[in-house]
């Protein structure tokens, strides 16, 4: 490899070209005085005690001021390109997350003009659902989602569901035998709640409160609209729409299945989850206990754990309902020092915000 070639690769590295003919002097001598250096480099003495430093700093070199006079020693070079691959390993998943989301934040929104791209998109999303989603679809178009709900719900996924332009239970289940040679299912194979409305809605679609879709009633009711769907990855945004389809389209449907609840013992990151299994492990006549690691919801914001037995719930989720508001998703758990209420991330009424929860049989 020639001068100019090592030179340039080195430079790669953030050495200085003064540094670098520092370095590649003591790789010559192995290890020299300053002065001796300072010649056969062309700079200075003082020069080369700056960049022995800088260059020790980053272990291409060692400098010996314990002697008289100081010596400068270059390292062996694969401890160098060792040390060098390491930092490389160190610095890689900081790099790699700010890559991923930079590339998450340039495709927070697409805009979506055909329906059957709306369906894939809605597919897409619903498989990649690791926690919670929210769904309200028109009932014509149920089946062709069927399976990546199922699957969903397979994964512990909680499934909330609302299928429109349908009048009853009866509808729904029509609906999940239309794509040819399927047989009909279950509905509560499809989702941990299932609803119904006879009106037209947005198709509405949420997944782990970070993406989704909207899209107007007319984009999925008709092959000829002109309207168009938005698929949004953005964290700040999918809680809102959440809210949307619980305060504002939740309440209007009627409730036509739900799921069994999952044996216990159960862990969960989603608190959405937690109180939907607790609401229907105590309307079972179970005593369970909840164990919960988050933070107190004061200024100091503390990390603390919560166990004892789940007195009561709050939620919205499955009839009959008795939140105050909206979102509200709670439960109230008797500890040792009396009752701690508990809310999930963002909770700002309740003593604790939950970070993870176990829910087991007392």
Do not use: C
């Amino acid at each position: 490899m020639d001068d100019r070639t090592l030179t340039d690769l080195l430079g790669r590295f953030g050495l200085s070209e003064k540094e670098i003919d520092t370095y590649l002097t003591l790789l010559e001598y192995g290890e020299a005085k300053a002065s001796t250096v300072a010649d056969a480099a062309g700079v200075s003495k003082r020069y080369v005690y700056s960049a022995s430093e800088s260059l020790a700093d980053r272990g291409f070199v060692e400098v010996h001021d314990h002697a008289v006079p100081t010596t400068v020693r270059a390292n062996p070079p694969e401890e160098v390109i060792e040390r060098l691959r390491s930092d490389a390993d160190a610095i890689r998943p900081g790099l790699e997350e700010r890559y991923s989301r930079a590339e998450r934040e340039a495709e927070q929104f697409e805009v979506v003009k055909s329906r059957v791209t709306v369906i894939k998109r809605i597919r897409s999303l619903l498989e990649g659902a690791d926690a919670e989603l929210t769904l309200s679809i028109p009932a014509k178009h149920l089946a062709t989602v069927r399976d990546a709900l199922a699957a969903a719900l397979d994964r512990d996924v909680l499934v909330l569901l609302v299928v429109t332009d349908v009048e009853d239970v009866d509808g729904v289940r029509d609906a999940l035998g239309d794509t040819e040679g399927a047989d009909r299912m279950d509905l509560e194979t499809i989702a941990s709640v299932v609803r119904t409305w006879g009106e037209a809605m947005p198709t509405m679609l949420t997944v782990d409160s970070a993406r989704g879709l909207v899209a107007p009633p007319e984009l999925l009711r008709r092959s000829d609209s002109d309207r168009q769907a938005i698929v949004f990855a953005q964290a700040q945004l999918a809680p809102v729409i959440v809210g949307a389809f619980m305060g504002n389209y939740w309440p209007a449907t009627d409730e036509v299945a739900r799921a069994e609840p999952a044996p216990l013992p159960v862990e969960y990151d989603d608190f959405r989850q937690v109180v939907f299994q607790a609401t229907l492990h105590l309307r079972a006549g179970r005593t369970i206990r909840a164990t919960v690691a988050g933070r107190r919801i004061d200024e100091e914001a503390e990390p603390v754990e919560v166990t004892g037995r789940v007195r009561s719930v709050k939620q919205a989720m499955v009839e009959p309902t008795n939140n105050e508001f909206p979102v509200e998703n709670s439960l109230t758990v008797e500890t040792e020092d009396g009752a701690v209420s508990v809310g999930g991330r963002g909770a700002f009424v309740e003593d604790v915000e939950a970070e993870f929860t176990r829910l087991e049989t007392e």
